[in-house]
């Protein structure tokens, strides 16, 4: 009944395997892929022919989580795997960017990749077997695919590169002192396709030897998937790209000059009103026949490439007037909006981010409920890109694929820099509106995000900068590197490749090749002038700020305490009741957590104090020959019950109230009066013994006996 093949290899600590034949037969290619305990199916169907009029190529990748997976029932009200989790929707666009290039040239065909995660054993991540597993897929399914790819996760601790380190290993590496480093490389055989990384300021020649790891390591993984072709991939889908060099002949003729007259113009609002107007001109001249060519769209693509491409490598000069290791004109702001926690303005060129800092508590972390276990972060970062940033009408709606993906990187950039949870116990969000776009937004929202939260005064180790390169690669082997890329540059360039760091080393890196890959010699110039770059930029911010500022008044003010674990449960109280009745007398938030870190937040430095002083009498200890000042709660005939420290009560014996004889306690005292009181000690049942008669009550201070 069914055909199986399977094939193994020992892959760095685990066996990984393939496995096809037996499940989802129906789709184009389906494998299920192990690592360890850990496995992925991924299952590929296409369509055999191309929507008319389609003039991009519709490929859609969907990756998923299923809380079977790890034997855990899913949270919320319904019980069931809901919209993709923010961890889904990076890994299917992880998936997405390294075999997108690899279609033939011409393939428009609808493709839809889908990864479902079936089994995880917390230790292998799932996201680099859900990748190995589509590219065996696709590599069987008889797709005009020109892989295969596989890919890989490197660690680096003590000096040394690690394979496919533990989910535990890269888990909030920045309480991990030894883990610096978390990177996801994609590749073919020849070349480096995709690379995903935050760092913890590693210098470039490390961040590029891990590269290179990488992708050595990968190849048995690509060996393993040929062979699992060779013995059961279906023939090859009959594809041929399409010819139109003659219409693309017409359209150069019809065009050419007004087009590069059009790409001369470097304000991005004024060329694309040029380019627009060159496309009309062009099509003017052009037949019924030629107009109605569904291969029209890519002759206008490749006339526009050819123009942008050609004369940056012959001249050295790019379509703004810049040379190609040249920044654009940058101006930094900081405290723009008066009543927010930290505000940023970063304007480069025609890219600007207005990025806001918020500090909250420890009741505003997010709670992740994640396939390897449930955790908490406090470091949030949201990325927002509206339609009027590139002067453009669209619909607005929750936060897109792409925003999730920008934020991310963004998170990833600035999150090495930021102080130890104990030394600064805020959650911190920052919110990166973009207001204009020519160019890399997510590197704009690293730099705003930099400024803005020293403007909120977060002690960052070190400012962050980021830049974005392009790359032009010639069919010679020509090529020029292009340090922060417009638009155009990204849309019709060969690479796109972000780094961010500091003046010290990077702390994330980002690349994406629109071709079949790079050279490392090609990567290593790139990374020498992406860092001139970041340490030009760091410049021009440090004319903003460069440390942290003080506090906004507007911001809460946040102490913390520890307390031994074993007084916890009186501070909370039965049912809480305790830690309610503190944070309704002093009006601060009380956080407490089960290492007995307490952590008091107000914008008001008097509630702090009140409810630190009601934390510490529950749980300090009352100390022998101090004067405390209480309340008498109740008199009796041999004396007078005075609660002095807390919730804690002591007796003032008749004889220790005045230096007389008195016949009652209550010839001097009644309940509810103040008194001042020296502890003398406790008795041998543990009862606490109170002294009047030696505190003078008006000063509080001792009565020596000579007095």
Same mark, same amino acid.
């Given at each position: 009944?069914?055909?199986?093949?399977?094939?193994?290899?020992?892959?760095?600590?685990?066996?990984?395997?393939?496995?096809?034949?037996?499940?989802?037969?129906?789709?184009?290619?389906?494998?299920?892929?192990?690592?360890?305990?850990?496995?992925?199916?991924?299952?590929?169907?296409?369509?055999?022919?191309?929507?008319?009029?389609?003039?991009?190529?519709?490929?859609?990748?969907?990756?998923?989580?299923?809380?079977?997976?790890?034997?855990?029932?899913?949270?919320?009200?319904?019980?069931?795997?809901?919209?993709?989790?923010?961890?889904?929707?990076?890994?299917?666009?992880?998936?997405?960017?390294?075999?997108?290039?690899?279609?033939?040239?011409?393939?428009?065909?609808?493709?839809?990749?889908?990864?479902?995660?079936?089994?995880?054993?917390?230790?292998?991540?799932?996201?680099?077997?859900?990748?190995?597993?589509?590219?065996?897929?696709?590599?069987?399914?008889?797709?005009?695919?020109?892989?295969?790819?596989?890919?890989?996760?490197?660690?680096?601790?003590?000096?040394?590169?690690?394979?496919?380190?533990?989910?535990?290993?890269?888990?909030?590496?920045?309480?991990?002192?030894?883990?610096?480093?978390?990177?996801?490389?994609?590749?073919?055989?020849?070349?480096?396709?995709?690379?995903?990384?935050?760092?913890?300021?590693?210098?470039?020649?490390?961040?590029?030897?891990?590269?290179?790891?990488?992708?050595?390591?990968?190849?048995?993984?690509?060996?393993?998937?040929?062979?699992?072709?060779?013995?059961?991939?279906?023939?090859?889908?009959?594809?041929?790209?399409?010819?139109?060099?003659?219409?693309?002949?017409?359209?150069?003729?019809?065009?050419?000059?007004?087009?590069?007259?059009?790409?001369?113009?470097?304000?991005?609002?004024?060329?694309?009103?040029?380019?627009?107007?060159?496309? %009309?001109? +062009?099509?003017?001249?052009?037949? &019924?026949?030629? $107009?109605?060519?569904?291969?029209? /769209? *890519? @002759? =206008?693509?490749?006339?526009?490439?050819?123009?942008?491409?050609?004369?940056?490598?012959?001249?050295?000069?790019?379509?703004?007037?810049?040379?190609? %290791?040249? +920044?654009?004109?940058?101006?930094? &702001?900081?405290? $723009?909006?008066?009543?927010?926690? /930290? *505000? @940023? =303005?970063?304007?480069?060129?025609?890219?600007?981010?207005?990025?806001?800092?918020?500090?909250?508590?420890?009741?505003?972390?997010?709670?992740?409920?994640?396939?390897?276990?449930?955790?908490?972060?406090?470091?949030? $970062?949201?990325?927002?890109?509206?339609?009027?940033?590139?002067?453009?009408?669209?619909?607005?709606?929750?936060?897109?694929?792409?925003?999730?993906?920008?934020?991310?990187?963004?998170?990833?950039?600035?999150?090495?820099?930021?102080?130890?949870?104990?030394?600064?116990?805020?959650?911190?969000?920052?919110?990166?509106?973009?207001?204009?776009?020519?160019?890399?937004?997510?590197?704009?929202?690293?730099?705003?995000?930099?400024?803005?939260?020293?403007?909120?005064?977060?002690?960052?180790?070190?400012?962050?900068?980021?830049?974005?390169?392009?790359?032009?690669?010639?069919?010679?082997?020509?090529?020029?590197?292009?340090?922060?890329?417009?638009?155009?540059?990204?849309?019709?360039?060969?690479?796109?490749?972000?780094?961010?760091?500091?003046?010290?080393?990077?702390?994330?890196?980002?690349?994406?090749?629109?071709?079949?890959?790079?050279?490392?010699?090609?990567?290593?110039?790139?990374?020498?002038?992406?860092?001139?770059?970041?340490?030009?930029?760091?410049?021009?911010?440090?004319?903003?700020?460069?440390?942290?500022?003080?506090?906004?008044?507007?911001?809460?003010?946040?102490?913390?305490?520890?307390?031994?674990?074993?007084?916890?449960?009186?501070?909370?109280?039965?049912?809480?009741?305790?830690?309610?009745?503190?944070?309704?007398?002093?009006?601060?938030?009380?956080?407490?957590?089960?290492?007995?870190?307490?952590?008091?937040?107000?914008?008001?430095?008097?509630?702090?104090?009140?409810?630190?002083?009601?934390?510490?009498?529950?749980?300090?200890?009352?100390?022998?020959?101090?004067?405390?000042?209480?309340?008498?709660?109740?008199?009796?005939?041999?004396?007078?019950?005075?609660?002095?420290?807390?919730?804690?009560?002591?007796?003032?014996?008749?004889?220790?109230?005045?230096?007389?004889?008195?016949?009652?306690?209550?010839?001097?005292?009644?309940?509810?009066?103040?008194?001042?009181?020296?502890?003398?000690?406790?008795?041998?049942?543990?009862?606490?013994?109170?002294?009047?008669?030696?505190?003078?009550?008006?000063?509080?201070?001792?009565?020596?006996?000579?007095?």
């Amino acid at each position: 009944m069914f055909n199986v093949t399977k094939k193994s290899i020992q892959w760095g600590e685990e066996t990984l395997t393939l496995e096809t034949g037996k499940v989802a037969r129906q789709a184009d290619g389906s494998v299920i892929a192990t690592l360890g305990e850990t496995s992925v199916m991924a299952n590929v169907t296409f369509a055999r022919k191309q929507k008319p009029g389609q003039d991009f190529f519709p490929l859609t990748v969907h990756y998923q989580e299923k809380y079977y997976a790890a034997g855990k029932v899913p949270g919320g009200f319904f019980k069931r795997e809901a919209r993709p989790t923010e961890k889904e929707t990076l890994t299917a666009r992880l998936i997405d960017r390294p075999i997108r290039p690899l279609f033939v040239p011409g393939f428009k065909n609808e493709v839809l990749v889908m990864c479902t995660v079936l089994s995880h054993d917390l230790v292998n991540d799932p996201d680099m077997v859900a990748m190995i597993a589509a590219s065996a897929a696709l590599t069987i399914s008889g797709a005009p695919f020109m892989g295969p790819i596989a890919s890989c996760r490197v660690g680096f601790e003590d000096g040394d590169y690690v394979l496919n380190p533990t989910v535990d290993d890269m888990q909030d590496l920045r309480l991990n002192p030894e883990q610096r480093l978390d990177l996801v490389v994609a590749g073919t055989k020849d070349a480096v396709m995709m690379v995903e990384s935050e760092a913890y300021e590693l210098t470039e020649a490390e961040m590029l030897g891990a590269v290179n790891f990488a992708h050595e390591q990968i190849q048995p993984v690509i060996d393993l998937i040929i062979d699992l072709a060779e013995d059961c991939a279906k023939e090859p889908f009959d594809f041929a790209a399409p010819d139109y060099s003659e219409l693309f002949e017409a359209v150069k003729a019809a065009g050419d000059a007004d087009m590069r007259a059009a790409f001369a113009i470097s304000d991005k609002q004024e060329r694309t009103s040029a380019v627009a107007a060159a496309r %009309d001109t +062009i099509k003017a001249a052009l037949t &019924e026949e030629q $107009l109605d060519d569904a291969n029209l /769209g *890519s @002759a =206008l693509k490749k006339l526009e490439a050819g123009i942008l491409r050609g004369d940056v490598v012959k001249t050295g000069v790019r379509i703004d007037g810049r040379k190609t %290791d040249e +920044i654009r004109p940058i101006v930094s &702001e900081t405290g $723009l909006l008066p009543r927010t926690h /930290g *505000s @940023a =303005l970063f304007t480069r060129g025609e890219t600007q981010g207005l990025v806001v800092t918020t500090l909250g508590t420890g009741d505003d972390e997010q709670f992740i409920d994640a396939l390897h276990g449930n955790f908490k972060s406090n470091f949030l $970062l949201h990325y927002n890109f509206p339609p009027y940033s590139v002067g453009e009408v669209g619909r607005v709606g929750g936060p897109g694929r792409r925003e999730i993906g920008h934020g991310k990187l963004a998170w990833r950039a600035l999150q090495a820099v930021l102080p130890a949870s104990t030394d600064f116990p805020y959650t911190i969000r920052l919110v990166s509106e973009i207001t204009e776009s020519n160019g890399s937004s997510s590197m704009a929202s690293v730099c705003g995000g930099s400024l803005s939260m020293m403007d909120a005064g977060v002690p960052l180790k070190a400012p962050v900068a980021g830049v974005a390169m392009g790359l032009i690669l010639e069919e010679d082997g020509s090529y020029a590197i292009l340090s922060d890329i417009l638009g155009d540059e990204d849309h019709l360039g060969d690479m796109d490749f972000k780094v961010a760091g500091t003046e010290k080393g990077i702390t994330s890196l980002q690349m994406d090749i629109k071709i079949a890959g790079i050279t490392p010699e090609i990567m290593e110039k790139a990374l020498e002038q992406a860092k001139a770059g970041r340490v030009h930029i760091l410049g021009e911010m440090a004319n903003a700020l460069t440390e942290a500022s003080d506090f906004s008044v507007h911001a809460p003010r946040i102490e913390t305490m520890q307390i031994p674990t074993d007084k916890i449960r009186e501070v909370i109280g039965s049912g809480g009741k305790v830690i309610r009745e503190i944070v309704e007398v002093s009006g601060a938030k009380v956080d407490i957590n089960d290492e007995g870190i307490i952590k008091i937040a107000s914008p008001n430095g008097e509630s702090i104090k009140k409810a630190y002083d009601m934390i510490y009498s529950i749980v300090a200890e009352p100390e022998e020959g101090a004067i405390y000042t209480g309340k008498v709660v109740k008199i009796v005939d041999f004396g007078a019950f005075v609660n002095f420290f807390g919730k804690r009560d002591g007796l003032v014996h008749v004889s220790q109230i005045e230096n007389r004889r008195l016949n009652h306690p209550s010839d001097v005292l009644k309940e509810g009066q103040e008194v001042k009181v020296k502890l003398l000690g406790f008795d041998d049942r543990g009862k606490v013994r109170l002294s009047m008669k030696i505190v003078d009550q008006a000063t509080g201070e001792e009565i020596k006996p000579e007095e």
